[in-house]
Nanobody, 126 residues
Framework: QVQLAESGGGLVQAGDSRRLSCAASGRTFNRFTMAWFRQPPGKEREFVAAIFRGGQNVYYADAVRGRFTISTNTAKNTLFLQMNSLKAEDTAIYFC???????????????????WGQGTQVTVSS
């Protein structure tokens, strides 16, 4: 049974940095596609970033490219999201999501992912 648990959220000031973590257990994740999504208040869940099948390719949403960095540890059982130059519009619940069979054209779609964490709130105060 795959379990994902996010941590690292909180209240930050605009311009600050924050690193989110997602601890994964229950499988070997070397070939999984791993992603971060977020859900701003009153909005739909949206794609943030993904690592395709263990790190061959990395993808970012336009809104975060250049400010956020997705990465994993060597064991591929912890996913990170380094968030720099945070803005008020980055305020959201952040979710990690994993999937074993994703294709590259679908990494940005929530329905691609079978496994989800419970989310961690990030609030950016301006």
């Amino acid at each position: 049974q795959v379990q994902l648990a996010e941590s690292g959220g909180g209240l930050v000031q605009a311009g600050d940095s924050r690193r989110l973590s997602c601890a994964a257990s229950g499988r070997t994740f070397n070939r999984f596609t791993m992603a971060w999504f977020r859900q701003p208040p009153g909005k739909e869940r949206e794609f943030v970033a993904a690592i395709f099948r263990g790190g061959q390719n990395v993808y970012y949403a336009d809104a975060v490219r250049g400010r956020f960095t997705i990465s994993t540890n060597t064991a591929k059982n912890t996913l990170f999201l380094q968030m720099n130059s945070l803005k008020a519009e980055d305020t959201a619940i952040y979710f990690c999501a994993f999937d074993q069979g994703a294709i590259v054209s679908s990494v940005h779609l929530p329905q691609t992912y079978d496994y989800w964490g419970q989310g961690t709130q990030v609030t950016v105060s301006s």
